[in-house]
């Protein structure tokens, strides 16, 4: 009897196990694409991801519990996100919620105005009471059953610090009464580094409710910030508490909030200001991952094939293709949220050149941007290196945000060049140079593959001694440092750790070449320092990207500190950029590089940028565009029916010795696009709606790739496939 208990137990143990093991799967496989939007389901916008993140308790005209119902009746993963400097929470600004009027804790300037984001509603200071009413949103959206909070844009601008509601924190943080920004560096440097507490204070008390609540009531909900990046809030002149958040208990990830709005900030090269949309979508993402990527936190990559700003369709495409190969080319990241508000793409109206009147999105256009969105629900991690000369990277430190507003002692850095000008002519020629956040360097992780560090305090200042301790550390162990600055910028003199409490540095670069046991000599630029090499260039790094042919002594730096010190292997110029990921091929190829060549790629390749899908063997990539290719012979299991590409996510495939079946769903008011691998050609290919044969506007079997391109009218309740053979 007792061996037959024990048995019984192993038995159930094992079954247990097993349920286990694949509700977890099936929860890991709904939760890798995602969208925000408020709106209530519509099948003109069912885009069919896993996670629908159902924003704001009051957007929409309320009725947040029918909302959330009606996108978990669909079938979707129902998450909550809000802002959390602001949103429609005019109950709360005028008195309703707790009948105080809270107008006055807008984020004012020095003019005596609140910077608003819509009519009553202002970017907020987080009181007390501001996070208490924050706390009743989480609760109501957990009451509602969702599974993930997302506080979005932690953001305090810059040019604010001046109403009352400041000033009371800034004595409760300080101790000493408050001091206005634009009135010294010193001021504005205590400013932000206050505005960067208060956010997180108010993140980590929200969370720290959310975790607490949550469990109170059986449940598991994660926490998540959707933030820009640290370059952008950096130009943008905003503060947030950014890469410190992976450090909170309660903190579970990220969204990368970058897209065509935030990448098309212009930047300096060779002398000239312009949009480089691809360059700067690449260095933003690549400082999202390098800010998380050591802390194992969770990451989604945003895009979106429009923006904010009110701008051409053949524009709004052209940069969503180059911010999308962006995305793609971090290996490393395979979730996503594929788009912001589905209904302003989808219902939304916008021009059209030579034509008068705004017009909706053109029906190529959204099937292509389907088979975009549809490939990350299949897109795989993968352990393959961007083509280049790899561990190369520009250190990073969160006060970057804090002294590029307001200008003092007539020092500037022009959009942000003084930190562009250590990474653009690297990508220029053709090297995937990284970021590294200085927060991150006590861990082990962080300098683990780097052979060439690249910095600058022009820009941004250390926010304690420990990080200089940790680079020496890395440099004695073989590593090359080439710092780049005049240390001339007035926030060097800031009242700070290297300047008080015993230490009387000029500049906390002087404390790091200190340790180092370097001793500046007039004409020499190289030293070493134990195993490795310190290169210092008494250069901002703007001056190398605001003049033209300014990067020429850099790059042959680089190049020698990369070759020759570091023995890091050849340093590759060239002009593109090439990741293959399982059967994707992902390219760009940069223009005002030295190399004008296009990029050849030869194969059996599905062009997932032309909505026509077509099978082609060679693709010419020109300067200054991208690339997204199928590639079929990197098919696993070609004689297995499969679905290669399409402007819908199949479910319910069924496979038999002589039949393929599937249900294809996607937006309805959309046209279909489908390539199918197929062991031999088809005798019968129907789309059926509703027990009705839908007419097929391709019906087309390549034969050499041994695929069917399908095309039919989407349905968002389905349209089922059926392929005999």
């Known amino acids: 009897m007792r061996n037959r208990t024990f048995y019984y137990t192993i038995l159930t143990a094992m079954v247990v196990c097993f349920v286990q093991n694949n509700v977890l799967a099936q929860v890991k496989s ?113 009451d509602a059953g969702v599974t993930a909070i997302y506080l979005e844009e932690p953001e305090f601008w810059a040019r604010a610090g001046y109403g009352d509601a400041f000033k009371k924190e800034w004595q409760n943080y300080y101790g000493f009464p408050w001091m206005a920004q634009h009135e010294s560096p010193e001021a504005t440097y205590l400013s932000s580094k206050l505005k960067y507490q208060l956010y997180f204070n108010a993140l980590k008390e929200v969370f720290s409710y959310v975790k607490s609540y949550s469990q109170s009531v059986g449940k598991r909900v994660k926490c998540f910030v959707p933030t820009h990046s640290l370059l952008n809030y950096s130009s943008w002149h905003i503060v947030s508490p950014e890469a410190s958040l992976a450090n909170l208990d309660g903190m579970d990830g990220y969204i990368a909030q970058v897209w065509t709005g935030t990448s098309r900030e212009p930047v300096f090269y060779n002398g000239k200001s312009k949009e480089r949309v691809f360059e700067n979508a690449f260095l933003e993402y690549g400082s999202m991952v390098s800010m998380t990527a050591p802390t194992g936190r969770k990451i989604f990559f945003l895009t979106d094939p429009i923006e904010d700003r009110a701008r051409s369709w053949d524009d709004y495409k052209i940069n969503y293709q180059a911010t999308f190969t962006a995305e793609l080319l971090y290996p490393m990241v395979d979730n996503y949220e594929v788009m912001p508000w589905p209904n302003r793409i989808y219902k939304g109206k916008f021009s059209v050149e030579g034509m008068q009147e705004k017009q909706p999105i053109a029906p190529a256009y959204a099937t292509q941007m389907q088979v975009m969105v549809n490939s990350l629900n299949q897109m795989p991690l993968s352990k393959n290196k961007l083509n280049g000369s790899q561990g190369i990277g520009v250190l990073l430190s969160n006060s970057l945000m804090f002294q590029n507003y307001p200008t003092h002692q007539g020092y500037n850095d022009p959009y942000l060049s003084n930190f562009y000008g250590m990474a653009i002519p690297l990508l220029k020629h053709g090297v995937p140079v990284e970021t590294v956040h200085m927060e991150n360097l006590a861990n082990k992780n962080t300098l683990k593959d780097l052979k060439v560090l690249i910095m600058t305090y022009s820009n941004m200042k250390p926010s304690a001694a420990e990080n200089h301790v940790e680079l020496v550390k890395w440099v004695k162990n073989g590593g090359v440092l080439v710092y780049y600055g005049r240390d001339n910028d007035p926030f060097q003199n800031v009242k700070e750790w290297w300047n008080t409490g015993g230490n009387t540095f000029k500049a906390p670069s002087e404390h790091l070449f200190g340790l180092m046991g370097i001793s500046e000599s007039a004409g020499k630029s190289s030293y070493q320092v134990g195993s490795g090499k310190v290169f210092i260039i008494r250069k901002d790094p703007k001056e190398l990207i605001m003049n033209a042919n300014g990067d020429t002594e850099f790059i042959a730096t680089i190049k020698q500190a990369y070759e020759t010190e570091a023995k890091a292997g050849s340093f590759i110029t060239k002009n593109n950029f090439v990741l293959e990921r399982g059967p994707f091929t992902i390219a760009a190829v940069l223009d005002e590089s030295e190399s004008k060549e296009p990029l050849k790629l030869e194969g059996t390749l599905i062009d997932l940028f032309n909505p026509e899908l077509p099978v082609i063997h060679e693709k010419i990539i020109q300067p200054g565009t991208q690339a997204y290719l199928f590639n079929i012979f990197e098919v696993e299991n070609k004689n297995k029916p499969q679905i290669l590409a399409a402007a819908s996510r199949a479910t319910n495939e069924v496979v038999t010795k002589n039949s393929f079946t599937f249900i294809a769903k996607s937006p309805s008011n959309t046209n279909n696009i489908m390539r199918i691998l197929l062991p031999a050609k088809p005798k019968n290919s129907t789309a059926v709606k509703g027990g009705t044969n839908l007419s097929l506007t391709k019906n087309e079997w390549d034969e050499q790739s041994k695929t069917l391109l399908l095309g039919f009218e989407n349905f968002s309740e389905g349209v089922e496939v059926n392929i005999s053979w």
């Open 30 to 142: 709904k939760e890798k694409t995602s969208f925000q939007i408020s709106a209530p389901w519509s099948a003109d916008y069912d885009v069919r991801s896993d996670i629908a993140m159902v924003y704001g308790i009051n957007d929409n005209n309320g009725n947040f519990e029918e909302r959330v119902k009606g996108y978990r009746d669909k079938g979707y993963e129902v998450q909550f996100m809000t802002g959390i400097a602001w949103g429609q929470y005019k109950d709360y600004f005028l008195g309703e919620w707790d009948g105080k009027n809270h107008l006055d804790e807008g984020q004012m300037m020095q003019n005596g105005e609140t910077i608003w984001h819509g009519k009553n509603v202002p970017y907020t200071l987080p009181t007390p009471s501001y996070i208490a009413y924050m706390k009743t949103h989480v609760k109501r959206a957990i």
